[in-house]
């Protein structure tokens, strides 16, 4: 599946998704260590809800296999958080993605979930399930390029209503499904 997920630098271009030294960051499942620098980087990031610095603890402690970290020289640059669904286990949802604004519009959040279904734990993933405000245009172009990268079809439905989140600010969350999809050998 790695192979078949991988873009080509020449797609990369093309899209505008190329980092000018995509050497310079590697991409690795996350450890305990990582989560304050998680955390950090959801603050950071902006526009995600950030989390008790324990959430990322436990994220990065039984989750890692399936959440990844993208490193630089400058240190964390992007992470993604995710796990499987309890009565679906093969199905991946995924929690948050985050990128630092200097290293956006480069592919990152595609290259961590292409990174974390590649994964010889990740084989028998067949649907990847997110929940996405109304207004974060990158995580549904992220989705909607899974889907067609993949051939798979694209499914938004309602998911969390505004109600729901205390407070009376949070928008609402679209549920948005990628798959089923069938592996290829």
Not at 54 to 77: K, R
Request: proline share 8%; glycine share 10%; with cysteine.
């Amino acid at each position: 599946m790695g192979a078949m997920l991988a873009a080509t630098a020449q797609e990369q271009m093309r899209l505008g998704t190329s980092d000018p030294d995509p050497a310079a960051v590697r991409l690795r499942a996350p450890g305990v260590g990582d989560a304050a620098a998680l955390w950090t980087l959801a603050r950071q990031a902006g526009g995600l809800d950030v989390h008790a610095p324990y959430a990322y603890v436990l994220l990065c402690h039984a989750f890692a296999g399936t959440c990844a970290v993208a490193e630089g020289p400058e240190g964390a640059v992007g992470f993604l958080t995710a796990f499987r669904l309890p009565d679906e286990s093969s199905c991946l949802f995924v929690w948050q993605v985050a990128v630092l604004p200097a290293r956006r519009r480069q592919g990152w959040a595609g290259r961590m979930l292409r990174h974390v279904l590649a994964r010889p734990g990740c084989a028998d993933i067949r649907c990847v399930e997110a929940t996405v405000t109304p207004g974060n245009c990158a995580s549904r172009a992220l989705f909607a390029g899974l889907a067609a990268e993949l051939g798979a079809p694209l499914r938004t439905e309602e998911g969390f209503p505004r109600s729901l989140f205390p407070g009376g600010r949070h928008e609402p969350e679209s549920r948005i499904r990628v798959g089923p999809w069938t592996p290829r050998s």
